[in-house]
C-alpha cells in the first residue's frame, strides 16, 4: 500500500503593509546649531549693508559739501584723449565707457597671455627642479630664487629699458626668415587675415598677413609694443617662479610607493607621470594654482608703470579729467573682483572636472 501524497500547508495570508508614520519635523529653535550659524549669518549681512550704506551716505554728503561732482554721467561724455593699443576701434572723440572698454581688454589680453605663458613656463621648470641632471637641476634652482625674490616691479622696468635701449632700430630690426621681426618698435609676427587683395577677380579668404617694413615702421601681420611685451615678460617670468614650486610640491607629494610601482611594471618616467604621479598631483597642484592666477591677473595693474594702457592706466587719466575719484575706483575693484571671482570658478569647475573618481 502506497504512502499518501503530502498535501502542502496553505502560505499565511499576507498582511497589508502599515504605512510609517511621518516623523516629526525637528522645530527650530536657537539651541539648534544650524538656526544660530542661520541667524548669525543674516546679521553679519545686515550690519555689512548696514555699514557700506552708512559710507556711501557720508562720503557722497562730504562730497557735496565740498562742492565735489559725483555720478555716472560722465561715462557717456567725450575722452579727448588718445590710446595707444587699441583692441576695438576707438577715437579720441568716443565717450569714456568705451576708453575704460579699451583698458579692459588691454588688461584681459595681458593677463590672459601671462597665464598661458607662466603656466608653460613655470611647469617645464617645476619638472626641472626634479630633474637627476645636477646642472639642469641648479639651473632651474637659479631661476627660481632670482625671480621670486626680485620685486615684480623692478623685472617690469629691467625688461622696458631692455626692450627700448638695448634692441637694434626699425630699420635694423632683428628677424628670422623675413617674417618675424623684433626691434625697439617691438614685436612685429605674421598674423592670419580675411580678404585682401582679389585673386582670379574674387576677394582672398583666410590667408597669412605678413609683416613688411614699410619707411619707419611695419604694416602688416601683428605687432606687440615694447610695453606690451614688457608687461607680459615681466608677469611670466615672476609668476612662473611660484609655479615652478607649485609643481615640484604637487609632485612630490604623491607617495614614493606610487612611483616605485609604476617602475615595477616597466613604465618609463614620461610615462610615470603622465599616467601616475601627474593625475595625482594635480589635486595638490590646482588650488595654489589657482592663486598664483589671481596674483597675476591683479599683478598688471603695475603695467601702468613702464606706459601700458591697461584698465588703471585708463582709470588714473579719466580721474584727473573728471575728478570723478569713487566712480573711478569702483570700477576697478568691480574689475579685479569679477575677474578673480571667474578665475576662481574656471579652476573650481576645471578642479572637479580633473578629480580622480574613486570606485
Known amino acids: 500500500m502506497s504512502d499518501p501524497v503530502p498535501v502542502p500547508a496553505e502560505d499565511p495570508p499576507l498582511r497589508a503593509a502599515r504605512p510609517r508614520p511621518a516623523r516629526p519635523r525637528p522645530r527650530r529653535s536657537w539651541r539648534h546649531p544650524a538656526t544660530r550659524a542661520l541667524a548669525w549669518q543674516v546679521l553679519a549681512v545686515l550690519a555689512l549693508a548696514g555699514g557700506l550704506g552708512w559710507l556711501a551716505h557720508n562720503t557722497a554728503t562730504n562730497m557735496a559739501a565740498r562742492g565735489i561732482q559725483s555720478g555716472w554721467d560722465f561715462l557717456m561724455q567725450t575722452a579727448g584723449f588718445d590710446i595707444g593699443e587699441q583692441p576695438v576701434p576707438y577715437e579720441s572723440g568716443d565717450p569714456y565707457w568705451r576708453a575704460f572698454l579699451v583698458g579692459l581688454l588691454n588688461t584681459l589680453r595681458v593677463a590672459l597671455a601671462g597665464i598661458v605663458g607662466a603656466t608653460l613656463l613655470g611647469t617645464l621648470v617645476g619638472l626641472g627642479r626634479l630633474s637627476r641632471n645636477l646642472l639642469v637641476r641648479g639651473l ?48 612685429s ?61 604637487g609632485i612630490r607629494s604623491v607617495a614614493r610607493g606610487q612611483i616605485e610601482a609604476a617602475q615595477s611594471i616597466g613604465l618609463s618616467r614620461r610615462q610615470t607621470l603622465r599616467r601616475v604621479t601627474g593625475p595625482q598631483a594635480l589635486r595638490v597642484i590646482v588650488p595654489p594654482l589657482t592663486n598664483q592666477y589671481l596674483n597675476l591677473t591683479k599683478n598688471s595693474s603695475l603695467a601702468v608703470a613702464v606706459g ?52
Open 140 to 187: 632651474c634652482r637659479t631661476y627660481v630664487e632670482l625671480f621670486r625674490n626680485v620685486p615684480l616691479l623692478v623685472q617690469l622696468l629691467v625688461w622696458y629699458l631692455l626692450l627700448v635701449s638695448q634692441l637694434p632700430g626699425v630699420t635694423e630690426a632683428m628677424n628670422w626668415r623675413d617674417t618675424v621681426f623684433l626691434s625697439q618698435a617691438g614685436l
Open 189 to 249: 609676427l605674421p598674423w592670419p587675415a580675411h580678404g585682401g587683395a582679389a585673386v582670379d577677380g574674387a576677394a582672398a579668404g583666410w590667408h597669412w598677413s605678413v609683416p613688411v617694413l614699410d619707411g619707419l615702421s611695419f604694416s602688416g601681420g601683428a605687432a606687440l609694443s615694447p610695453e606690451f611685451l614688457a608687461v607680459l615678460l615681466g608677469l611670466v617670468c615672476y609668476t612662473a617662479a611660484y609655479v615652478a614650486e607649485v609643481v615640484r610640491g
Open 308 to 359: 601700458y594702457p591697461d584698465l588703471v592706466s585708463i582709470a588714473n587719466t579719466t580721474l584727473n579729467q573728471t575728478g570723478r575719484a569713487m566712480e573711478c575706483i569702483v570700477i576697478l575693484m568691480a574689475v579685479y573682483l569679477g575677474t578673480s571671482l571667474l578665475t576662481a570658478a574656471l579652476m573650481a569647475a576645471f578642479d572637479r572636472r580633473a578629480a580622480i573618481r574613486e570606485r
